[in-house]
């Protein structure tokens, strides 16, 4: 089957840096889109970066100039660097990817994939 696995995250104080890295597995056909969502405790997740084929990278304006959203096609990977790290960064991050994949029984499947999800905490 397919899956998106995370690694990267941790705890960093304020102003330091971290780097997500997710990585897509299985059977894959094509990935048009891949990029991170995040989830803070009591609030709905929310879009944080993403880069697509068609339309380039998009970033939220929170995270804009201080994250970079990084995609190897090759490999169906995405990373995010993430620079000047504040506070209001804290909550699990989340990978995701729309995906076309060839299941168990050789069917084409197209799915909006989410990672298990990582903890980013920023605190001093």
């Known amino acids: 089957q397919m899956q998106l696995v995370e690694s990267g995250g941790g705890l960093v104080q304020p102003g330091g840096s971290l780097r997500l890295s997710c990585a897509a597995s299985?059977?894959?056909?094509?990935?048009?889109?891949m990029g991170w969502y995040r989830q803070a405790p009591g609030k709905e997740r929310e879009l944080v970066a993403t880069s697509s084929s068609s339309e380039g990278t998009n970033y939220s304006d929170s995270v804009k100039g201080r994250f970079t959203i990084s995609r190897d096609n090759a490999k169906n990977t995405v990373d995010l660097q993430m620079n000047s790290l504040k506070p209001e960064d804290t909550a699990v991050y989340y990978c995701?990817?729309?995906?076309?994949?060839?299941?168990?029984?050789?069917?084409?499947?197209?799915?909006?994939?989410w990672g298990q999800g990582t903890q980013v905490t920023v605190s001093s």
């Open positions: 995701h990817a729309d995906i076309v994949y060839i299941n168990y029984v050789s069917e084409y499947v197209a799915m909006k994939a």
């Open positions: 299985g059977n894959i056909v094509r990935i048009t889109t």
